[in-house]
Nanobody
Framework: QVQLVESGGGLVQAGGSLRLSCAAS????????MGWFRQAPGKEREFVAA????????RYADSVKGRFTISRDNAKNTVYLQMNSLKPEDTAVYYC????????????????WGQGTQVTVSS
């Protein structure tokens, strides 16, 4: 079992930045690909970013490419999502997820999920 706890969400003005963290416990994340997803009110959960076991491969949704950066520190058992140039349409609950071994962009392929952290971007 892997427990995931997100933090770093909050209220920010459009154009601002936030850094989300996802702290894992129970197992080392070095055997897991990690992903970030988000869900806005009334919408389905959508893929944001993912990173491979060692961090050498990343994937991004087109809507965040060039603005968001996913990274990981396996020694700290933590994954990060740096979000720059935030837009009101980025407002959502952001979830961290873990998947054994292979990087993926589809939510049902992930095995463990955090409870989410709210990000609100005002215009």
């Amino acid at each position: 079992q892997v427990q995931l706890v997100e933090s770093g969400g909050g209220l920010v003005q459009a154009g601002g930045s936030l850094r989300l963290s996802c702290a894992a416990s129970g197992q080392t994340i070095s055997s897991y690909a990690m992903g970030w997803f988000r869900q806005a009110p009334g919408k389905e959960r959508e893929f944001v970013a993912a990173i491979s076991l060692g961090g050498g491969t990343t994937r991004y949704a087109d809507s965040v490419k060039g603005r968001f950066t996913i990274s990981r520190d396996n020694a700290k058992n933590t994954v990060y999502l740096q979000m720059n140039s935030l837009k009101p349409e980025d407002t959502a609950v952001y979830y961290c997820a873990a998947r054994r071994r292979l990087i993926a962009t589809i939510s049902h392929q992930y095995d463990y999920w955090g409870q989410g952290t709210q990000v609100t971007v005002s215009s």
